[in-house]
């Protein structure tokens, strides 16, 4: 297999203004009953259904059975996101809604002081967010974008999606803090300063080699593609992995047992690509969804079932979908920031 590397390659991630007005429309999508229901139900949870809005959706849902049937089953995948769906959205339209209501009240002339300091509150507490998930580290990668990062000390550093560290080069020693997300690093070797990666629950020490460390919350997995390196816990076990190991720090600090993995396609992600051996379809979509700033909602229980090969374009995600369409029984509805994986109809080709 041979992959194009494309060093900093950065995608395009969802517009927060587009979503922001999709969520406003009068006028429900041209899609199946399935895609429109969802699409109501994002509008009507949006806070700013209006009368109109409300009587157009009993309009639709009393049409005909296919529009009931298919809104009581998007109300039980609303259940499933566990909480509203704007919240996950929140810090990322923070600022666009700010603009946007500010510029609504500057047209209609509104001069209410409780209204002027509802929308600060709002701005402020996006700030505070933002400030808290990004701009108190020094470097970040947004959602489905990869960066390349040239240290100090000649090391290369590549930030995965969504990722945060923060990087300190001493006489002594050279540090990085990986706050969350995965990094690659290409350590230069320096006998006098050992590279140390602190990511909570596990550290990794070397003096130079190639290696990516993943901070993912459930623990922290360090892969070795060249060299060797010290990978250990808090609760104070160490181990020494080589090329195509890896080994996973659990939360108590424990360090797990070496496994071996082809660490070139572990690590393809630095070429803007998922390479997956005898996955589950399940095992992918929540690989994806860490490039992709959408929800994905599953219904389907032979996603844990079926296994398969796959090479994933994060700048194509959409593609990889409309694949999988194809060649599985499953229907694939993509609208605003949500993806929906049901069962294909039965008619469906």
């Known amino acids: 297999m041979s992959m194009k590397t494309e060093p900093d390659r950065i995608v395009v991630e969802n517009d927060a203004m587009s979503e922001l007005e999709f969520m406003e429309r009068d006028d429900p999508i041209e899609e199946g009953p399935e895609e429109q229901a969802a699409a109501w139900l994002m509008r009507l949870t949006s806070g700013e259904a209006a009368p109109e809005l409300v009587a157009s959706f009993e309009r639709w849902r009393d049409e005909n059975e296919d529009n009931a049937r298919a809104l009581a089953q998007a109300r039980t995948f609303w259940l499933q996101l566990e909480r509203p769906l704007q919240d996950r959205y929140a810090p990322r339209l923070a600022s666009q809604r700010c603009n946007h209501s500010l510029r609504r009240k500057q047209r209609r002339q509104v001069r209410v002081k409780l209204l002027a300091a509802a ?9 505070g967010r933002e400030w808290w998930h990004n701009w108190r580290f020094d470097q970040v990668s947004a959602t489905g974008a990869q960066r390349t990062l040239a240290l100090a000390d000649g090391s290369t550093m590549w930030l995965n999606t969504d990722s945060a560290a923060n990087v300190e080069m001493t006489a002594r020693e050279r540090h990085v803090k990986l706050a969350r997300g995965e990094a690659f690093f290409d350590v230069k070797r320096d006998e006098a300063r050992p590279f140390i990666i602190d990511a909570g629950m596990g550290k ?10 993943r901070n993912d919350g459930a623990g922290v997995l360090v892969t070795v593609a060249r060299g060797k390196v010290k990978v250990s816990g808090e609760a104070g076990s160490s181990v020494d992995i080589t090329k195509d190991q890896r080994v996973r720090v659990s939360p108590d600090g424990s360090v797990g047992n070496i496994q071996m993995v082809n660490a070139e396609h572990a690590t393809a992600w630095r070429t803007g690509y998922l390479v997956f051996e005898n996955a589950t379809l399940a095992e992918i979509l929540a690989e ?5 700033a959408r929800i994905i909602v599953a219904n389907d229980a032979r996603l844990s079932e079926v296994r398969v090969n796959a090479i994933v374009d994060v700048a194509r995600i959409d593609e990889w979908f409309d694949n999988v369409e194809r060649k599985f029984p499953l229907k694939i509805g993509r609208f605003g920031p949500l993806v929906w994986i049901s069962d294909a109809p039965a008619h469906a080709s």
């Not at 990794?204 to 460390?213: I, P």
């Open 288 to 292: 994806i969804e860490r490039y992709d």
């Open 204 to 213: 990794v020490r070397v003096l130079g080699t190639a290696f990516a460390v």
């Open 119 to 127: 929308i600060l509150a709002f701005c402020m507490l996006g700030v």
